[in-house]
T-cell receptor, first 115, second 110 residues
């Protein structure tokens, strides 16, 4: 079956612009999580959506937002881009299984470069 | 504050050597997962451990969850060049939210 699909894979933006990243989860997976990966900070949790509702949120400024559609596809948006937003943005889907043992399947990521 | 400390951060060894990667925390996790990530790809789940003291083996990889569920280790026996990659531990608490360690970059030279 198809894995988690993220688009675009690569993009370059300039400071002050905004960006929208898309994630299509595995069929049947209702939970979508977003992570930011940078060399200095590693993987950091952004937010998680389940049934179109944000269920968990990490410690990122309000410039970072997301949403989930009725078909479980998700988008995240970053407004007023800063140089420090350059990162690999990873989306992961899961069935939202039992507490504490959630199994995530990651996409290949969207690499954002802010100039 | 890094809740999960992974060590070492970098490891370069020869093919056939053994190695251990550690993942430590002062916090208790309900589960501990290990992922491997290759360049240009997302992390791929290797194993999930949920019981304190649990040991799981995956071919040449052995994973252990500490008795207090605060730490974990990954041991690779007779490493091969194909084991090269970034190894990440992740602690689970809330559904859908994992806390990741900084990762261990492993290079296995032929």
């Amino acid at each position: 079956k198809a894995g988690v699909t993220q688009t675009p894979r690569y993009l370059i933006k300039t400071r002050g612009q905004q960006v929208t990243l898309s994630c299509s989860p595995i069929s049947g997976h209702r939970s979508v999580s977003w992570y930011q990966q940078t060399p200095g900070q590693g993987l950091q949790f952004l937010f998680e959506y389940f049934s179109e509702t944000q269920r968990n949120k990490g410690n990122f400024p309000g410039r970072f937002s997301g949403r989930q559609f009725s078909n479980s596809r998700s988008e995240m948006n970053v407004s007023t881009l800063e140089l420090g937003d350059s990162a690999l943005y990873l989306c992961a889907s899961s069935r939202a299984g039992s507490y504490g043992a959630n199994v995530l399947t990651f996409g290949a990521g969207s690499r954002l470069t802010v100039l | 504050t890094q809740l999960l400390e992974q060590s070492p951060q970098f490891l370069s060894i020869q093919e056939g050597e053994n190695l251990t990667v550690y993942c430590n925390s002062s916090s208790v996790f309900s589960s501990l997962q290990w992922y491997r990530q290759e360049p240009g790809e997302g992390p791929v789940l290797l194993v999930t451990v949920v019981t304190g003291g649990e040991v799981k083996k995956l071919k040449r990889l052995t994973f252990q969850f500490g008795d207090a569920r605060k730490d974990s280790s990954l041991h690779i026996t007779a490493a091969q060049p194909g084991d090269t990659g970034l190894y990440l531990c992740a602690g689970g608490r809330d559904t859908g939210k994992l806390i990741f360690g900084q990762g261990t970059t492993l290079q296995v030279k032929p």
